[in-house]
């Protein structure tokens, strides 16, 4: 079975007959309270907007998504999720020399090799938990390059760059020509933190952003990029028509402005990831680092007998599921990654890890 990605709860209920709402999902990072209240209702009320082609320019929404952010309807392209983005910048904007930093998701990657660009990479420092040089950064693009992916937060680390420092990079990188491409799908837990703003000074950056993680909808695919006006047109003359569908339109506004939602999420993450950390690195043999999101990512000790890839294994068939993080570029066999989930959720993975890994070293 191919586990690229987490979230692959209905294939595992096939396959080893779990009930889907008896899976525990940690693999994939979505918002522990679920999607907005009222989101079923607006997606009920539109429902009979099925009957015709969806609005290719998606008025009503990116006019919401204009006044959230405070920024120009024509500096936002809606996607089919920020994936879709991935893959179309590189057929667009043709980069023969790709810097990725890393660890990373690996849909960057897979984008670039559509176009055949020549892909490299810039590790985080892990010694001094995965944060990145920026020095030695800006001294790496400077030898020339097209493009440079970065995500903040990070996926999988969970560390968050300080946006004036990444604006060093976006900087760096307007030098020499060259597009920086900064993903924050998880930005919406530190929104003060966006480079959103630096899209009206910076014609090279072009922002991704998610409502999949944040608002708790990855069903309805829906993402979008954040750009000078000259890139928005450039990228939707060339993107496929209707590729945002009907019904997630109107349910994403309503989510955009509940307020009482993205309070209440804030507020529940912090002290409940900092539970999770706390337990987690009481386990022994495992350390999670610290983050700024709604995910840890833990390594392990190589004397516990077991890796990342047969850890995910050994749980899944209990219906509990961690994200293996052997294929990060940049990371190897003894890390992982878990969402924070309920707080009676979390204790279930607390003890499911505890057994697991006291039954290996007895």
């Known amino acids: 079975m191919k586990r690229d990605h987490g979230g692959n709860v209905t294939e595992i209920s096939r396959i080893y ?3 889907e709402d008896k899976i525990i999902d940690f693999s994939a990072n979505i918002n522990p309270l679920g999607y907005p209240p009222g989101l079923r209702e607006a997606i009920i009320k539109d429902f009979d907007s099925v009957l015709n082609y969806p609005d290719c320019d998606s008025f009503d929404l990116v006019s919401g998504l204009s006044e959230y952010h405070g920024i ?3 500096c936002i392209l809606l996607g089919n999720g920020s994936t879709e ?11 023969e020399k790709a810097l990725i930093v890393t660890p990373a998701f690996s849909e960057y990657e897979k984008g670039l090799a559509v176009s055949g660009a020549e892909v490299s990479y810039f590790q985080a420092d892990q010694a001094n938990d995965f944060s990145v040089d920026i020095g030695r950064l800006c001294k790496r693009i400077k030898e020339g390059l097209d493009i440079v992916y970065f995500c903040n937060p990070a996926n999988p680390t969970g560390v968050l760059t300080p946006k004036n420092e990444l604006c060093r990079i976006i900087a760096c990188a307007g030098e020499i020509g060259a597009l920086v491409v900064v993903d924050e799908a998880f930005i919406d837990f530190v929104e003060e933190e966006s480079v959103k703003k630096e899209i009206l000074r910076s014609p090279n950056l072009i922002v991704l952003r998610s409502m999949t993680k944040f608002f708790g ?14 890139c928005i047109a450039k990228v939707k003359e060339n993107k496929l028509p209707w590729t945002v ?23 529940y993450i912090l002290p409940e990831r900092k539970f999770l950390r706390t337990a987690l690195n009481k ?20 004397r516990i007998g077991i890796n990342s890839t047969e850890l995910r294994d050994s749980l899944t068939p209990e219906g509990l599921l961690i994200r293996d993080c052997s294929n990060f570029q ?11 989930k309920r707080h009676e959720q979390n204790i279930v993975l607390i003890e499911k890890l505890k057994k697991e890994l006291a039954t290996i070293r007895t």
């Open 217 to 230: 909808i990855p069903g309805l695919r829906l993402g979008y990029i954040l750009s000078a006006p000259s």
């Open 330 to 340: 940049g990371l190897g066999d003894c890390y992982f990654r878990v969402a924070v």
């Open 72 to 74: 120009n309807r024509d």
């Open 245 to 267: 569908n009907s019904l997630v339109k109107g349910a994403a506004v309503k989510a955009l402005f509940d307020k009482d939602y993205i309070r209440e999420t804030r507020q």
């Open 85 to 95: 983005f991935m893959y179309w910048i590189p057929v667009v904007f043709k980069p």
């Open 283 to 302: 386990i022994p043999g495992l350390y999670a680092f610290e983050s700024t999101v709604n995910f840890l990512l833990v390594s392990m000790d190589s």
């Open 17 to 19: 007959g779990i009930d």
